[in-house]
C-alpha cells in the first residue's frame, strides 16, 4: 500500500493528573443534590457545568444567582 493511502491514527496522549476531575461522591454531595432537587433550584455549577461541583458540593457548598 503506497503512503498516500495510509490513514495514521494520532497517539493518544492522557491527561495530567492535576487536570482530571474526580468523580463526586460523599453525603454532602448527595445531600446537596437532594436539596437542589427537591426544591427545584438551579444552581451556578450546574448551568455552567462547572468542572468543579463535585468538589463544592462535596464540601457542603453550593452557588445561587438571585435576581
Known sequence: MSKEN???EPKRVSKPD???V???TGKS???IK???SDHKLH???ESGNCPNMGEC???GTATFMIL
Open 6 to 8: 495510509q490513514v495514521l
Open 18 to 20: 492535576w487536570l482530571k
Open 22 to 24: 474526580k468523580l463526586p
Open 29 to 31: 454531595y448527595r445531600k
Open 34 to 36: 437532594e436539596v437542589v
Open 43 to 45: 444552581t451556578i455549577c
Open 57 to 59: 458540593w462535596g464540601a
